[in-house]
C-alpha cells in the first residue's frame, strides 16, 4: 500500500549564512532542493531529540534513582572538578 504524505508550505526567514550553506549543499547535489535538506534536517532533529529521551528515560533517571535512594554515592563538584582536571593534566603530560 502506497502511503502519501500532504505537503505543507512554510515561508522561513534564515539569516544570509544559512541560507548559503542550504544553496551550497543544493549546488553541490548533495541534496535535490532546499525542501529536501530541510526535511533531512527535521529528520536529524527528530531524531535526536528521540535517543536524548531514551537516555533520559533509561539511563539518567535510573542513575538519580539510585543517588537519590543512597545519597552517599554522590560525589562533590569540587572532587569532581579535581578529578577531570588530574586526569586532563595526566592526558597532557602523557
Given at each position: 500500500?502506497?502511503?502519501v ?8 526567514s534564515l ?5 548559503a ?33 531514551r ?11 539510585a ?6 554515592r554522590?560525589?562533590s563538584?569540587d ?16
Open positions: 500500500m502506497l502511503i504524505a500532504t505537503i505543507e508550505k512554510r515561508t522561513i539569516p544570509g549564512d544559512q541560507a550553506s542550504i544553496d551550497a549543499k543544493v549546488s553541490a547535489g548533495d541534496y535535490a532542493s532546499a525542501s529536501e535538506l530541510i526535511r533531512a534536517g527535521i529528520s536529524a532533529l527528530k531524531e535526536h531529540d528521540e535517543a536524548i529521551g537516555w533520559l528515560q533509561h539511563q539518567a533517571a535510573s542513575s538519580f534513582d543517588m537519590k535512594a543512597d545519597p552517599a554522590g560525589v563538584v572532587d569532581a572538578f579535581a578529578s577531570v582536571r588530574a586526569r586532563h593534566a595526566e592526558r597532557v603530560k602523557g
